[in-house]
């Protein structure tokens, strides 16, 4: 079984670790003992843990997910070089952490569905892990590889921070079935099976195709739709995009 280490024991590394448990030997550092024993015992798998004061990285396979601004603690806290390292961080460009590990670096931008396995991830960098990257970022989901930062920014504008743009609609939409007089209860049950089966639907089917296939002439959906263009809505999210990419650059 091929090994990974992982540094950090936070969310985003334990929801790693639960996709790879069955497939990778895994070992993580963190810089609490009881912390990485909780770990352990929550992943219910047999892994090892280290504390992060001179754990050496010779050769290994390092998934780095620890918070932008500790990248300089705690790479300091490490010793050896790895064969590659493979950052979660945020907003950390390929250059930065070349100057913090002398090796290959993979990028890797995963979304909050990590924690059920169903995160769609990007990643770019050093083309010669590109395939171990993707056998190991399958295992929390889907992975796309791109070719460059500049991409990897602007699908963290879309894959990372959509979910936060989808729970908005999702809660507008309950709202306004809310203030016509739907019971909350009903219209949230009513909400999450809509997503639900829109996700399965959207593989197969562009969406205008779909729109066009439930819009009526004069019906209901042509009247609701023609409220959200007047107030421009669909402009509401391309901005959306543009700003936290706009971002995403700042902070790399
Ligand atoms: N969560 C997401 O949806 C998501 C999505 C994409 C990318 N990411 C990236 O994933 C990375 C981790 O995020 P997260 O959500 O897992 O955060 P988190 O749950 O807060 O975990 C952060 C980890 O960093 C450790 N840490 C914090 N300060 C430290 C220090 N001074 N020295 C050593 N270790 C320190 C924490 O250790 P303790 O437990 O001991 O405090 C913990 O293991 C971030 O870089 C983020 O950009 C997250």
């Not at 739709?225 to 809505?233: C, G, I, P, S, V």
């Amino acid at each position: 079984m091929k090994k990974v280490t992982i540094i950090g024991n936070g969310n985003m590394a334990f929801a790693i670790a639960k996709g790879l448990k069955n497939k990778f030997e895994i070992e993580v550092a963190g810089r609490d003992i009881e912390k990485l024993k909780k770990f352990k015992e929550n992943l219910k798998a047999d892994i090892n843990y280290y504390l992060l004061e001179g754990f050496d990285i010779t050769d290994k396979e390092v998934i780095f997910a620890v918070k932008p601004n500790n990248l300089d603690e705690v790479s300091s806290k490490l010793s050896g070089s790895a064969k590659v390292v493979y950052s979660v961080m945020a907003g950390v460009s390929i250059e930065r952490l070349k100057e913090k590990f002398d090796t290959s670096i993979v990028r890797v931008m995963p979304n909050m569905a990590a924690t059920i396995s169903k995160s769609m991830t990007t990643l770019t960098g050093d083309e010669t892990f590109k395939e171990s990257a993707v056998e190991i970022f399958n295992c929390i989901g889907k992975t796309l590889w791109l070719g460059s930062q500049k991409e990897l920014d602007i699908a963290t504008a879309l894959a990372g921070s959509g979910p936060a743009y989808l729970a908005l609609v999702a809660e507008a939409l309950t709202d306004g079935a809310v203030k016509q007089g739907l019971k909350r209860e009903d219209a949230k049950i009513l909400t999450q099976g809509l997503f639900e089966g829109f996700g399965e639907i959207l593989k197969t089917t562009h969406p205008a195709i779909l729109k066009d296939n439930v819009m009526s002439p004069g019906g209901t959906t042509a009247a609701g739709y023609a409220a959200l263009e007047e107030n421009k809505t669909r402009d509401g999210f391309i901005k959306a995009i543009e700003t936290a990419y706009k971002r995403a650059k700042e902070l790399s």
